[in-house]
């Protein structure tokens, strides 16, 4: 296989996952009766606080994994003017 054919299935093969595998998953997912049936067994509290690994989890999901390093070169920028 060359390059160009590597390159070309690099970016077919996670398309189609994300087409066959994972949506249809996270549809099945949000089904109401299926999310009402987990409702029914699940009782969590959570205590976090802020920089533990919950907080950094949910900021690499809502912000991206380089969040923490924008925020860093930020916050010096900010401290150093």
Same mark, same amino acid.
């Given at each position: 296989? +060359?390059?160009?054919s590597r390159?070309?299935?690099?970016?077919? /093969?996670? !398309? /189609?996952l994300l *087409?066959?595998e994972?949506?249809p @998953? &996270? @549809?099945e997912? *949000?089904? +109401?009766?299926?999310? /009402?049936e987990?409702?029914?067994?699940l +009782?969590?509290? @959570?205590?976090? /606080? +802020?920089g533990d690994i919950?907080? !950094?989890f949910i900021d690499?999901l809502?912000?991206?994994? &380089? @969040?923490s390093?924008? &925020?860093?070169?930020?916050?010096?920028?900010?401290?150093?003017?």
């Amino acid at each position: 296989m +060359d390059g160009i054919s590597r390159v070309a299935t690099a970016k077919k /093969e996670p !398309q /189609e996952l994300l *087409e066959n595998e994972i949506r249809p @998953a &996270f @549809a099945e997912v *949000e089904r +109401d009766h299926l999310v /009402e049936e987990l409702m029914k067994h699940l +009782d969590v509290v @959570a205590v976090t /606080e +802020d920089g533990d690994i919950l907080h !950094q989890f949910i900021d690499c999901l809502v912000h991206g994994p &380089f @969040a923490s390093a924008s &925020f860093g070169r930020l916050a010096r920028t900010a401290v150093s003017s």
